[in-house]
């Protein structure tokens, strides 16, 4: 269940730590997010070293659909209600900055980058669109609600962002990994001030930056209440349309569509980690109805961290850890989010005052609707005298049958059926006794 971006590239390796070692910033984290802030720290001669657990790009950024795009959903106008148009247009340049710095870099990079427009379309909810397309208005771009001609069902309308983008971000991320000062399989056991400990030796530090998807810390910044994770899906067809657009429903349950090479990525089947949903099946199930010839080549899953609010947590970690910084939260729109965070967090290191810090200050009020539903999710789960276990927090642990893997609905840790981690924030395997039935 390898994505087409690991099936069509070769990723350049990097050797593991080697005895003590000591730097100026350390990153953790080899996706995109640390790639790239490696590469910006590079660029100012700043000396750093990323430390990457496996292989550079094996995790999230290799399970993405790779949409480079400031249309995050309808986004805009539930932004301006709760931060206001000065905030939300700041929102807006940050990320329009990403997409313009992603096709400067890829000018040197064969990455297949292509300028597409994105849509976010609704099946029958034209009100939302109309309250869209007035906050795109009042933040200067000029576009209105269009029919997505391309899609094979009726919607009522879209609102539209030219001049966006799509890649391979795998070989993007090849590229720009090249030459960098990386470690791979070296796996951070515990992070002291001043001093980081892997198996291999130790790594003293001044700053260090978490571009570990999901942070790793629970004592400081409370991101085990300012998160939860979400599982998406993407199944990749030969014989099926060529979309020309970058398609998203505004729903949380709709489906996305993109164009790579002769394939058509349809993605949706989406549920928070630890719950059901409709998986691969209901993808399958919408192109057998609608492309009845589609031939099946790939599908995988993605797994994405959801903020309380409608923006990433970028900057400094908690006010008790100054020197530490975090990216996370990227609400399923990681290319961007990546790239925001590696130019902000690069200049902050430099101690380069940012207009967009306050934007995405990971310190900001965290009181939602959302924060009531996590910790009403991780009170349940924690009090259900069930086994297995997460060895995160210690909430219950339930089967996902699709994925045949033990999801955690608390915080996102997944595991195989025999307990090895898969996906963080736990930082080791489950124990576990397996028992006959367990997953009936």
Known sequence: MESVWQNTVSMPEFES???????????????????????????????????EENKICRGV?????????????LTYAKLIKHAGPERTKLYLEANQKAVQKYAELACGIPCDFEEKT?????????????????????????????????????????????????????KFAAGIARGLNICEHTFVTQLLPGKALTSQGS??????????????????????IKLYQHRSYV??????????GMYVDED??????????????????????????????????FVQEHYPNAVER???????????????????????MPDCYVATGFRKWGMTSAMVSAMLLADMIQGIENPYAEVFRPARNIFTRQLLCNSAETVCNLLVPTVPRCPHLGCRLKWNREEHSWDCPCHGSRFTEDGKLLDNPANGDAKHHHKKGIHE
Not at 235 to 244: I, L, R, S, V, Y
Not at 254 to 260: A, C, E, L, N, Y
Not at 266 to 278: D, I, L
Request: proline share 4%; net charge neutral; with cysteine.
């Open 17 to 51: 730590l080697r005895g003590d070692v000591s730097t100026d910033v350390l990153i953790i984290g080899g996706g995109i997010t640390g790639i790239l802030c490696a590469h910006f720290l590079q660029e100012k001669g700043i000396d750093y070293l990323l430390v």
């Open 61 to 73: 950024t290799g399970n993405t659909t790779a949409k480079i795009t400031a249309q995050h959903g």
């Open 118 to 170: 994105a849509y976010v379309y609704s099946i029958n909810n034209r009100k939302k669109l109309e309250k869209e397309a007035e906050a795109y208005r009042l933040l200067g771009l000029d576009d209105e609600i269009t029919a997505p001609e391309e899609l094979p069902f009726s919607t009522a309308g879209a609102v539209r962002m030219r001049h966006q983008a799509q890649f391979h971000p795998l």
């Open 203 to 224: 790594i003293a530090y001044q700053k260090v930056i978490f571009a570990t998807h999901y942070p790793i810390d629970n004592k400081h910044g409370c991101y085990f």
């Open 235 to 244: 199944t990749a067809w030969e014989q099926a349309a060529h979309m020309n």
């Open 252 to 285: 949380k349950k709709g489906m996305s569509f993109r164009s790579f090479d002769n394939l058509l990525f349809v993605g949706g089947g989406g549920h928070r980690t630890g719950k059901c949903g409709g998986n691969w099946k209901e993808l399958r199930a």
């Open 298 to 320: 790939y599908y995988w899953a993605a797994q994405d961290c959801m903020p309380l609010d409608e923006a990433p947590y970028i900057g400094v970690y908690s006010p008790a």
